[in-house]
Structures are given as structure tokens and as C-alpha cells.
């Protein structure tokens, strides 16, 4: 399929109302100043018949009086400055495409058309919101929306389309919570970066090696079976998201095993700690509001799903409501960063290397809920990301259901095709596959 855009127009969008002069600054937590600097992004691919552009546009300078920092600009690396400059709309029309053809027969490698921003930025750094209307010949759109992670998850980030949609629907926005500040303060960490020789993470480079992003869709059937293999005397009913974790945790373990064969292998997860803080957090608690779990093993002895995904619930399970506490100072937040290879004694011991793989899972987000008035996505997804050994999970329209977009090495790849096309052919993987 090949996508030729046509009749692109870009502007800046700016709130409908003003900005109040007591607002006009907004201070980031410690959170967001440790985020990488870089944009997260989602699209959401809507049927005919679809808005227009006018109306897009103006429900979206409502939306944006609201979530007014938005329309503003990141200043070092410490505050917004609310001050209305606007936010990027980039309109473009595929007059030659359906969209059927897309959500289909998706290409990963090809959505980033649909997007306004790379996750890099490319010099706009200092725009918290892009966004872009992408028109089809059919008659279907597809909104792409780039958020600063300066400023926002992915939580904040669906949050706030689905107040766009209310606003195009004429129902008004959410009001948001903007001061995250106040429960994970702001600070210097230059000192500790130099007591551990890191620095703030910088936006995840594109891999040296061939990296490629394949989405493996885990229906009802694959779910069973991985869950199935995932079960044990201690975790008799593991989540979708710990079974298909552990599922390909293991098979990367086995792959990279073959070539270096002496790596221990961490699996990190970004937990949500709004509904574990105590009292939970608001949904509308705009901001990062996410830490990492990190789940560490060998390839020797060889590793059942059921022991990683044992350990990987391990993990997840401490970032409670004491494990919140502890980090609204900071300190729980900074163990993570401390650990690496470079400042962690057992991880330098015999020469071993660290290979990691990163999950993150959107199967929460209430993304299929956004309908702008003329319905609900009938897909939603993410572009590939030339970052090795990172893997997101996105929940199907049905609910029921989760696409994997994993990016990997080829034949790391290839190794987790293998055994993913071996699900078909039963529920108990453990007679299939070495388990």
C-alpha cells in the first residue's frame, strides 16, 4: 500500500479563552523532569462519515482552555509557560487510500505518516501537544496526537482526547488536576547524576543493529494458552499482560542466549501508581504519574513462563501505596536510575551484560472510549519505534483481546513468530514448546 499525501496545511491552534496571569506558569514534578525527552503518540482511525476540519479545530482550542498547558511552551527543564501560544494542528488527506486498508493490513513502519511528530521531535521539543487530521478518500480520519512525556503519560495524554472529543460533541472537557508538583516536588538531581555518572535520559536512540516492529494480535484463544502456561502453584490465574510478558520475555531470553551467552536479562514495566497511592490519584491527575518495575534473571537454568511471570508480578506488586509514599521524595525513584551496569557490582561481576527489554501497557487506557460525535475508533494504535527490545501492549476494540507491537532484532523476531504461531494449535504449549 502505498500512501501519497496531498493538501497538507499547518497551524497553530491556540486556547479559545485566555490564559489567567496566576496561571501562566506551571511547575514540572521531579517525575516529569525525569521523563525522557521525547513524544509519546497514539491515533485513533474512525469510519466514515468523519468531522470536518472546522469542527476539529475549534473544539480543540475549547479543549485546550482547559488544559492550558498545552498551548504553552516547556521552558529548561522545570516549568511550562502556560502563555497561549498554541498547539500544532497539521491537516493532510489521503484522497488514494481507504482506510480499511489500514487498520487491516497494518504496516507499522508506515503509520508514522499519521502522526505530526517523531518520537524524537526533530527540533520541537519545546511543543507539549502536536496533533494531525489525516482525511481519507473513503470518507474515514485519523486523528495522531504527539504529547510531550515532559509533561504528560499516556494516561494524561487519552485523558485529554477524550475531553476533546466531549468538547467536539458540544458536552465540555474534564476538568484536570494540574498540580502534580505538589506531591512529587521538583528538584536538582545534578548532584546525584554525578555521584552515579548518569545523566537524565536522553530520548532512546535508534538501534545500531536492524531493528523491525511486528504486531502479534493475542486473541482469545492465544490468551488462554499463555495464561495456561503461565499458571502455577503460586499464580494459578495470571493477568493477559503477565502471561504475553512472560511469553515473550522468554523467547527473547532464548534468542539473545544463542548469541551472548553469558547476559543476565531484566524486564522493566511502567506502573500506573495513580490507584496504588492511598488515597488513589485521580484519573485526571494530568501528568506523569508512572514508575518502572524491574524484574531481573539468567538464561541458566532455562526459564519457564511461569517463573517469569512469577517474578514480574513479584515486582509490580511492590510499587504499592508505602512504595508511593517512599517516592513522592524521590528517593524510590532514583534506586532506578542508580541501577546499571555501570554502578551495580553483580552486574559488572564476570563480564556480563545486561539485555533489556521494555514493556509498557496501554491496555487501560480508555482510548476506544473518545467518540468526537460520529462514533468510537474502530482501531487505535501506536508506529514503530526503531528502539530495540521495546514492546507495547494495546488492548482490541473488543476489549477482549491485546496486540503486542514489538520491536526487536530480526531474529529475535523470528524467534518469538515461532512459537507464536504454535498458540494455534492448542491450549496446553507446554507439549509444543520447551516451557
Excluded at 476539529?56 to 498547558?69: E, G, M, Q, V
Aim: charged share 25%; with cysteine; net charge negative.
Amino acid at each position: 500500500m502505498k500512501m501519497v499525501s496531498g493538501e497538507t496545511s499547518k497551524e497553530l491552534i491556540k486556547p479559545s479563552s485566555p490564559t489567567p496571569a496566576h496561571q501562566r506558569n506551571l511547575q514540572l514534578s521531579f517525575l516529569d523532569q525525569l521523563a525522557p525527552p521525547t513524544y509519546i503518540h497514539i491515533i485513533l482511525y474512525f469510519k466514515a462519515p468523519a468531522a470536518s476540519s472546522p469542527e476539529l479545530k475549534r473544539s480543540l482550542s475549547d479543549a485546550l482552555s482547559i488544559y492550558y498547558p498545552l498551548a504553552g511552551r516547556l521552558r529548561e527543564n522545570s516549568r511550562v509557560e502556560c502563555n497561549d501560544d498554541g498547539a500544532e494542528y497539521i491537516e493532510s488527506r489521503f484522497n488514494d487510500v481507504r482506510i480499511s486498508e489500514v487498520v487491516e493490513n497494518p504496516r507499522p513502519e508506515e503509520l508514522a505518516r499519521f502522526v505530526p511528530l517523531s518520537p524524537s521531535g526533530d527540533g520541537d521539543g519545546d511543543i507539549p501537544l502536536a496533533v494531525q487530521a489525516s482525511f481519507f478518500g473513503c470518507g474515514g480520519a485519523a486523528l495522531g496526537i504527539c504529547m510531550s512525556h515532559r509533561v504528560a503519560d499516556a494516561m494524561s495524554m487519552v485523558v485529554f482526547v477524550n475531553s476533546w472529543a466531549a468538547c467536539c460533541r458540544g458536552d465540555g472537557g474534564n476538568q484536570p488536576v494540574f498540580d502534580i508538583s505538589s506531591r512529587f516536588s521538583p528538584s536538582d538531581f545534578s548532584d546525584f547524576f554525578k555521584s552515579v555518572q548518569l545523566v537524565p535520559p536522553p530520548p532512546p536512540p535508534p538501534s545500531a543493529e536492524k531493528v523491525v516492529t511486528k504486531i502479534f494480535s493475542f486473541d482469545g484463544k492465544k490468551l488462554a494458552a499463555v495464561k495456561k502456561a503461565s499458571s502455577g502453584p503460586l499464580m494459578t490465574n495470571p493477568t493477559r499482560v503477565e502471561a504475553v510478558s512472560a511469553f515473550i520475555w522468554k523467547h527473547l531470553i532464548e534468542s539473545a542466549s544463542a548469541r551472548n551467552p553469558n547476559p543476565v536479562f531484566a524486564a522493566t514495566h511502567a506502573v500506573d501508581i495513580r490507584e496504588r497511592a492511598s488515597p488513589p490519584l485521580p484519573r485526571h491527575f494530568f501528568g506523569n504519574a508512572c514508575a518502572r518495575a524491574m524484574a531481573m534473571t539468567s538464561s541458566s537454568p532455562a526459564q519457564d513462563y511461569y517463573s517469569l511471570a512469577l517474578e514480574l508480578r513479584r515486582v509490580i506488586r511492590k510499587a504499592d501505596a508505602d512504595y508511593v509514599r517512599r517516592l513522592e521524595d524521590g528517593g524510590e525513584f532514583l534506586k532506578y536510575y542508580a541501577v546499571s551496569e555501570e554502578n551495580d557490582p553483580e552486574l559488572r561481576e564476570g563480564g556480563k551484560t545486561v539485555e533489556v527489554c521494555g514493556f509498557t501497557s496501554w491496555c487501560r487506557l480508555p482510548a476506544y472510549e473518545a467518540d468526537f460525535g460520529w462514533g468510537k475508533p474502530c482501531w487505535v494504535s501506536i508506529i514503530g519505534v526503531p528502539v530495540k527490545n521495546l514492546v507495547f501492549f494495546l488492548r482490541t476494540e473488543c476489549g477482549d483481546g491485546i496486540e503486542a507491537w514489538v520491536s526487536m532484532v530480526e531474529e529475535d523476531i523470528a524467534m518469538i513468530e515461532r512459537n507464536y504461531h504454535l498458540l494455534d494449535q492448542g491450549e496446553n504449549i507446554s507439549e509444543l514448546i520447551n516451557v
